[in-house]
């Protein structure tokens, strides 16, 4: 299983950034997905996640901001990204949790995108 992120770059504050996750194989069976980020001399932390129940969940800091979305018949994971601030700069990674042989999830992560917001 591949993921592909993108859509990263250089964005001023306020504005706005639409990341892709495209995923190499279905992802109809999948038990969550989501997307992590990464700021230099911080912990990975958990944007936004969508689990099978559609019951999407998002740090305090990114609600109301950030949207995350999939698209079955393109096999995409996307997040939208509103009225970015300088503190929203980090690579951002997609991953993706599948059915494994063991019973549990096996967790697939995509090689991260860019983002920074700066004036």
């Known amino acids: 299983v591949q993921l592909q992120a993108s859509g990263g770059g250089l964005v001023q504050p306020g504005g706005s950034l639409r990341l892709s996750c495209a995923i190499s194989?279905?992802?109809?069976?999948?038990?969550?997905m989501g997307w992590y980020r990464q700021a230099p001399g911080k912990q990975r932390e958990l944007v936004a996640e969508v689990p099978t129940s559609n019951v999407k969940s998002y740090a305090d800091s990114v609600k109301g901001r950030f949207t995350i979305f999939k698209d079955f018949t393109k096999d995409i994971l996307w997040l939208q990204m509103n009225n970015l601030n300088p503190e929203d700069s980090a690579v951002y990674y997609c991953y993706l949790d599948l059915p494994g042989a063991s019973g549990s999830p096996d967790r697939y992560w995509g090689q991260g995108t860019q983002v920074t917001v700066s004036s």
């Open positions: 194989e279905s992802m109809f069976e999948f038990h969550a």
